[in-house]
C-alpha cells in the first residue's frame, strides 16, 4: 500500500517545477559540449558530401570495389553477431545458473574486448591464426586458412563483439523468477519445455539488442581487423578500411561519400537499438 | 505561525492535483491532511514546502505573500516520507547539515553547532546513534532522526509527509504518540499529510479531509467523526453501514423502520442513504414492541472488549453485510450465537438524500 | 559426486525441478568455456608469450626505447584532458537528465550514446573534414601557423569524441534510481545549489564516477582507429601507444610490438580488475537508495 501510493505520488511530482536549480546552466553545458565534439562534426559529413552531385555520389558508394567492401562488413559482421547471441546465450546461462570454480574470474573476462585496445587485439588475433601461428599452423594443413581472408574477419569481429549479447542478457536471467520455472516444471513440462517456452521468450528482446550492438559495434570495428584480413580489395577490405585508404589517396569527397552510408546505417540501427531497448523496459516494468 | 491558503489550483496535464484550495492553519496546532491516495494531500503540503509550484492561488506565512518566495527562505522544515538522510553522512552531520551550508555570517561556530545537535539528538532520544550512518538505523530511528534534522534549522512550521507511512504497525503507533507529546512541548505549527484515518483522529488537532483535490471537510476529530459533511467523509472516517431508504416529508423509511428527519420537511418521496456506525447499532434479541430491522448473524469476532456481528439484513434495504459492535456485557447477557436472528436499530443515522454514487462524486 | 561447489546459493531441493540433470550441465559449462578460452584466454596469454619470446632484456629495451616513452607520454596526455572534461560532461548531463523533466529529454538521451554507433575512422574522419588543410578550419589555422590534424589536438579531439559517452551512461541510471529527495531536503535546509551538489550528490555517485572513470579510461588510453585517421604516425610526436603498436606491427619488429601491446593488455587487465570491485560498491550505492 505504502509502496503504491509513493509511486503514485512520484508520477504526480512531475520534476518540472522542480526546486531543485542549475537546470539551465546544466542544460547549456551538456549541449554546448555534445554540439561542439559531436553534433558539429558529424554534420561535416553530410555538409562535405553536398559538394557531390547525386550521380556522383551514387556512384561513388555503388562502386564495386566499395560493395564488395559492403559485403564482407556486413556478411562478416552478421555471422559474428549471430555467433555471439548463441554463445553469448550460452555463457550468460552458465554464469547465472551453474556455480563452477573460478566463475568470478570468467565473469570479470567477459570484458576483455571492450578493455584490450582494438590493436593488440588485432595484432594478437593474427599471431594465434597466421598460417604459422598458434592455431594457424594446425589448421593451414587441414586446408582452413583464417588469417589473411574474410574467416579472419569473421574472427575478429567475433572477439569484438562477445561482452554484448552475456551483457545484456545477464540481468534478464538473473531477474527470471524461480516461481515461474516451478510451475512450468508441476504442471508437467520438461527442462526443455520449460526453456523454449518460459525462458527463451523472457530473455528473446535482451538477446536480439545483444546481437544488435554487437552488429553495429562490428560493422564500425577497424582496428581489430585490419590485422588479420590482409585487406585485398575485392577480398578482405573492409569499409572502414576503404574510407582509410580513399583519405590517404586524398580522395576526401570518395571518403566522406562512403562514411555517410556508414553514419545512415549507424543511426539506423541505433533507433532499432533503442526501440528494442525500450520493450525490454515496457516487459520488466510489466513483470 | 499563521499559515493561509487562498485559491490554490494545480494541475498534471490532465489531472487535477488541486482545485481552488482555501485553508487557514492557527498558529500551534497540528493538522492533518487526510485523503485517500491521488486526493492533493502531498502536492498540497508540497506547495506549501515550496517543492513545488501552484498553477494559481497564494500562500501566506504570518499574512504575507510567500507564494514566490525561494524555499530556502520560507524557513519550514519538511520530514520526507522516504526520510531523505544524507546516506553519505553521518547522523550527527545530517542533523548538522543545515547549520553549517549557512552563509559565513550567519552559520553558529563548531562549539555551537556540536551543542545544538547534541540537544536534538537528546530530544529525539538517539544521541547515542551519532556516530552511525542512515542504512545502520531501523525506520523508526531514521524516522526520528529526519525530525531532529528538519528541526535544527529553527522552521517556523513543520511539514511531514506520510511521517508513520514506512514504518510497521507497532512503530507506528509509539511514534504517534510520541509525535504528539513533542508537538504539545514545542508548540510549533504542524502539518502533516497522511491517508491512515485513525492516525489523523489520534494525532492532530484538526483534520483537513481532502477528496479529488478538493477540501471535503475541516474539523476537529471529533466534529470529522461524530459530524462528517457529506458521505465521503462518512465513508472515509471509520467503519460505517449503509442503508437504503426513503424520506418525505420530515420522516425517512428503512424498510419498517420509521425515524425522524426534520433536516428534510420539504422532502416528498426521495431516495435517500443512511449511513450508521456499527457502534450505533442496537441489537435485541426480540422486538421489544418497536419498529427495528430483522437479521441474521453470519459472523461474531469476539476479541477483546468489544465484539463485532457481521450480519445479513433480511429485508434487503442493505446490499452489504451489516456490521454491529457491542460490548462483551452486552454479548453475552444476549447470548448470541452464529445463525441466531436479532433484530437491529440505529441509535443514531445521517441521512443523505440521492442515490450512493450520486451523493459521493 | 564429489564435484558439488561449496558456492551453491539456494538449498539442494529448490534445484531439483529448475535444474538440469549433471551430464547436461557440465556439458554446458564445458562449450561455455571451451569458447571463451578460445577467444579471450588464448589471446590473452599469445600478447604476454609473444612478448617474451626473446627474453625480458629485448622486452624492457622495447618499452623503454624514446620512441615508445613519447607515445606513452601522448597517450596519458590524452587521457589526462579527455577524462576531465568527459567528467564535468557526464555530471553535468546525468544532473539535467536525472534530476528534471523537460521536452526532448530521450532525444538528448540517445544523443549522448551517439559516438558509440559512429565508426571510429568515420569519428576521426569528420575531424578531418573540420581541420584539415581542405576543411572548413583549415585554411584558418594554417594562416595562424596552427595545427590540430597530425598533431596532439586532433588525437585529444578524436580521444574525447569516442569518450563522450562513457560517464554520463553510468551516472544517468545511478541518479535516477537514487530519486532527489535527499537534494530537496538540501535544498530545504538551506544548501546552495553548489552546496548541495558537492556534499549530498557527489558523495552519493562517487563510485559510479569512478566506474565511468576506469572505463573513460581504458577508452581513452586504447583507442586506435579513430585516433589513427588524425595522426599521421609521426614517430615521437604524434603517436599513442596504439598506434606505435601498429607501426612497429608493419616494421616487422613483431617482438617490440606485442611488448608494447603487453603494457596496453595490462592496462586492460587492471581495467578489469578495478572494474569489478568498484561494480559490487555501484549497485550498493543505486539500491541503497530505494529502501532507505
Redesign the interface.
Known sequence: MSNHKYHSG?HHS???H??????N???G???L??SL??????S??FI?TAQLTWPEFWNTVTAPRVVASYRLTFGASLAAATVNAW?GL??A???V?????G??L????????????????G???T??YAGNG??GQYLEPLGIRVAFTPAGVFVAL??IG?PFVVRTVQPVLEDIE?EL??AA??LGAT?WQ?FRYIIFPAVLPALTTGFALAF?RA?????SVI?IAGNIPMVSEIT??L??TK?EQYD?AG??AI?VV??VI??I??LI??LLQWQVRRRSTKA | MTIEIRNLSRQFGAFTALNNINLKVRPGELLALLGPSGSGKTTLLRVI???ETADSGQVLFNQEDSTDKH??DRH???V?Q????????TIFDNVA??LR??PGKQRPGNREIHQRVTELLQLVQLDWLADRY??QLSGGQ?QRIALA??L??EPGVLLLDEPFGALDAKVRKELRAWLRKLHDDMHMTSIFVTHDQEEALEVADRIVVMNRGCIEQIGTPDEVYEKPANPFVYEFLGHVNLFHGRVHQGHAWIGDLEVDAPEYPEAEDLNAIAYVRPHDIEVNRTLNGEPALAARIVHILAIGPIVRLELAGQDNQSADNIYAEISKARFRELRLAKGDQVFIKPRRLDLFPGDRHLALS | MTAI?L????PAP?KV?????PQ??RI??L???S??SL??????V??FF?ALRKGWEVYFVAITEPDALAAIRLTLIAAAIAIP?NL??GI??A??IA????RGKSI?T??????F??????AG??????F?L???AGPWLREHDLSVIFAVPGIV?AT??VT?PFIARELIPLMQAQ???????????????W???W??TL??I?WGLLYGTI?CN?RA?????AV??VSGHIRGLTNT???H??IL?NEYN?VA??AV?SL??L???V???L??LVEAKVAQQAS??NH?
Do not use: C
Open positions: 512520484k512531475g520534476k518540472r522542480s526546486v531543485l536549480p542549475g537546470f546552466l546544466a542544460l553545458f551538456t549541449l559540449y555534445l565534439i559531436v553534433l558539429i562534426p558529424l561535416a559529413a562535405h554463445f550460452l555463457v546461462w552458465v554464469l545458473r551453474y556455480p563452477f570454480p566463475k568470478r570468467v565473469d570479470a573476462l567477459i570484458d576483455l574486448p571492450f578493455a584490450l585496445p582494438t590493436s593488440v587485439a595484432i594478437t588475433l599471431a594465434i598458434w592455431l567475433t572477439f562477445l524461480k520455472e516451478e516444471a508441476m527442462r520449460t553495429a560493422i564500425g570495428e577497424y582496428g590485422f572502414p578500411l574510407i582509410i583519405l576526401y571518403a566522406t562514411a556508414m553514419l549507424s543511426f540501427l541505433l537499438i533503442n | 514546502a515550496g517543492l524555499i530556502r519550514v522544515g519538511f520526507f522516504h526520510y531523505a538522510l544524507f546516506r553519505n553522512m547539515f543545515g551550508v549557512r542512515p542504512h531514521r534534522r528538519a535544527a534549522v | 561447489p558456492s551453491q546459493t539456494s529448490h525441478v529448475t535444474q538440469e540433470s547436461v550441465r554446458l559449462i562449450l561455455a568455456l569458447f571463451l577467444f579471450l584466454l588464448l589471446p590473452l599469445a600478447v609473444e572534461l564535468l560532461f553535468a548531463a544532473w539535467t534530476k528534471f523533466e523537460f538528448l540517445s544523443l549522448i550514446d551517439l559516438p554507433s559512429v565508426s571510429p575512422v568515420v574522419l569528420i575531424y578531418v573534414l573540420i584539415g581542405q576543411g572548413w579531439l574525447i569524441f563522450v530519486g532527489s529527495e535527499e537534494e530537496e531536503a538540501a535544498i530545504i535546509l538551506g544548501a546552495s545549489g552546496q548541495t551538489l556534499y549530498v558523495p552519493n562517487k572505463l581504458a588510453m586504447g583507442e586506435f582507429g589513427s585517421v601507444l596504439s598506434l603498436v601498429e606491427y613483431f610490438a606485442f601491446a596496453l593488455a592496462l586492460a587487465l581495467t578489469l580488475a572494474k569489478t541503497r537508495g532507505s
